[in-house]
């Protein structure tokens, strides 16, 4: 079943060390801010060790007293396409009434959200955990009022992420959401998913990121082989089984086309996840689970998967 799952994943993919950040690391500074109605702000972030701004979409509490934050990933595209929390997801509806203020960086497309080994000729400099760990946060405590609680979440290559800088930042996070990842980063499924995203669609060399398949670095990202570390946290999984649901119209072509990628795409993370959630109970970790019987890789479904998660991420934020 996997090796026909690799398989797979990589055609239909294509076609479509412990430490954290170094504790040295110079603090990210606001360049910019826009404000976009009454409850939204687009930051512009100068991160010292990329030496380049990212913009940071804020989406803020209607309570302006201290609120815990939770930094929400955008998938594959980082949020540079129009594939995003705040243009196909409902991040902005949905947490309008939440006590929280919601972080989405805007970019990081095909980065896995990590610090990379060296410069990459395609994506360039990548410190993303290094950004989001150190440099964000500091940025960030110059303009909201924050309780000291934390929590991530992504989708797909950043549902993975998710759960990785959960367990390498200590105690930074004391929740966490995945939605559709593939958290065995080393293992036969998920590194030929990591291989698809990075390489087959971002058009970079996954050797710049961890360095070659099965090196210590891959190993060190991998959520599944690092799942202790998770103890003590809230966390969610959630992944749909690939099977066309509610949200898919069969009567539309380009929607048609939509589930034969995204399809397959699910089928392999929902066995990722799978695998994920038994080495959870393994452990004798809890966590809070989401496989409905039907579900594409499509925001529709992690929209859905969202307003599952928040509950459990809310019990880690109090």
Known sequence: MVP???????????????????????????????????????????????????????????????????????????????ANWVEQGNAPAFFADKPVDVIIPMAGAFSYYTDWQRDDPTLGR?????????????????????????????????GSAALSLAERAGDL????????????TSGLLGSAYVRATVEGR????TTNMWGPPG???????????????LRGKAVFVSSGPGVPGQHDNLSDAQHIQMILVGGPIEAAVDECSHRFVARLAALGIGVTTYFPPTGTHSFAYWNDALARAWPVLASGLR
Do not use: K
């Open 215 to 229: 090196s210590p670095d891959w190993v060190a990202h991998d959520a599944q082989i690092n799942a202790e570390r």
């Open 202 to 205: 971002g058009a970079a060399d």
């Open 173 to 184: 996070y004391s929740a966490v959401a995945s939605m559709s990842g593939c958290p065995n």
């Open 126 to 158: 990548n410190r993303w955990e290094t950004f989001l760990t150190r440099e964000l946060p500091a940025a960030l405590d110059g303009i909201l009022s924050s309780t000291g609680r934390n929590g991530i979440a992504g989708l797909s290559m950043s």
């Open 4 to 82: 026909i799952l690799v398989v797979t994943l990589i055609a239909v993919v294509t076609t479509a060390a412990w430490s954290v950040g170094p504790a040295s690391a110079a603090p990210g500074r606001i360049v910019s801010s826009e404000a976009i109605g009454s409850h939204q702000l687009l930051l512009s972030v100068f991160s010292p060790s990329m030496d380049r701004s990212i913009p940071v979409r804020v989406l803020r509490a209607a309570d302006r007293r201290p609120v815990p934050r939770l930094y929400l990933l955008n998938g594959a595209g980082g949020g540079e396409d129009s």
